[in-house]
């Protein structure tokens, strides 16, 4: 089990930025690839992004050139930079850590985008 917790999110006007952290529990955070997913109501749950061990980063084609991830392996922490948000952001934002084929998730971060 790796406990995560989220923090950062918010409410925010469209056009606007928020920073959402992840803090994970555990010695071997370096090896786990971290990830942001979303879910927005009546919707499945989707990739937001990921950054492996390694710092290779991928995006949803809906985020790129707006939100960047981040990783601080001696923190244990895992950051989504988000600008220029738009109200179709809106929705729960869960942390992710994926290790050997398991898949460990945080409790989720409201994101609401609007004016």
């Known amino acids: 089990q790796v406990p995560l917790v989220e923090s950062g999110g918010g409410l925010v006007q469209p056009g606007g930025s928020l920073r959402l952290s992840c803090a994970a529990s555990?010695?071997?955070?370096?090896?786990?690839?971290m990830g942001w997913y979303r879910q927005a109501p009546g919707k499945q749950r989707e990739l937001v992004a990921t950054?492996?061990?390694?710092?290779?980063?991928n995006y949803a084609d809906s985020v790129k050139g707006r939100f960047t991830i981040s990783r601080d392996n001696a923190k244990n922490t895992v950051c989504l930079q988000t600008n220029s948000l738009k109200p179709e952001d809106t929705a729960v934002y869960y942390c992710n850590a994926q290790f050997a084929g398991v898949n460990f998730w945080g409790q989720g971060t409201q994101v609401t985008v609007s004016s």
């Open positions: 555990g010695s071997i955070f370096s090896r786990y690839t």
């Open positions: 950054i492996t061990t390694r710092g290779y980063r």
